[in-house]
């Protein structure tokens, strides 16, 4: 096999590697039942008094009129060697009689989930729900998560 044909397979099976990171890093949403789920990038909220830094997870809902909507949104910490951090799901039940789109949120505190000698925090969400239609049955739930973009978080101000 000549030089350039195994550099061609070397730089296949990287770039084959990375898909799954460069995947997870955008944006995505899913539509079921007649709902639209969106998770957002994870924004600094505030800082408190003792230096620790708060970040609220928001994710976009949009839903057609007659409808109840069960979303669960999973916070974690991306890391680049082992499996991602969790740290808690939030649950939110909406009704929507008109058809709209709202934004829900929830705020929570920066986790220090790495070693030592890091300190930047990766932090996302992920969402998965279910849809109840008046006239219908439930959806079940999408068969996979949505997560949102990553955001990079120092652990000191």
């Not at 084959?16 to 709902?35: D, E, K, N, R």
């Not at 999973?74 to 789109?101: C, K, P």
Request: aromatic share 10%; with cysteine; charged share 20%.
């Amino acid at each position: 096999m000549s030089f350039s044909r195994k550099a061609l397979l070397a730089l296949t099976g990287i770039a084959a590697l990375a898909m799954p990171l460069a995947v997870a890093g955008s944006a995505s949403a899913s539509t079921l039942g007649g709902c639209t789920v969106r998770p957002l990038k994870p924004v600094l909220d505030h800082i408190d008094s003792r230096d620790h830094s708060w970040i609220r997870y928001e994710t976009t809902v949009t839903c057609d009129a007659g409808r109840s909507i069960e979303i669960q949104d999973e916070r974690l910490e991306y890391d680049a060697l082992s499996a991602d951090d969790y740290y808690g799901t939030h649950i939110y039940n909406l009704r929507f009689d008109n058809a709209e789109t709202r934004t829900v949120s929830v705020v929570e505190a920066l986790p220090d989930a790495d070693g030592l000698f890091d300190d930047v925090e990766e932090m996302y969400h992920q969402t998965g729900f279910q849809v109840t239609p008046d006239d219908g049955p439930v959806s079940g739930w999408t068969p996979t998560w949505d997560g949102s973009p990553q955001a990079r978080f120092p652990l000191y101000a």
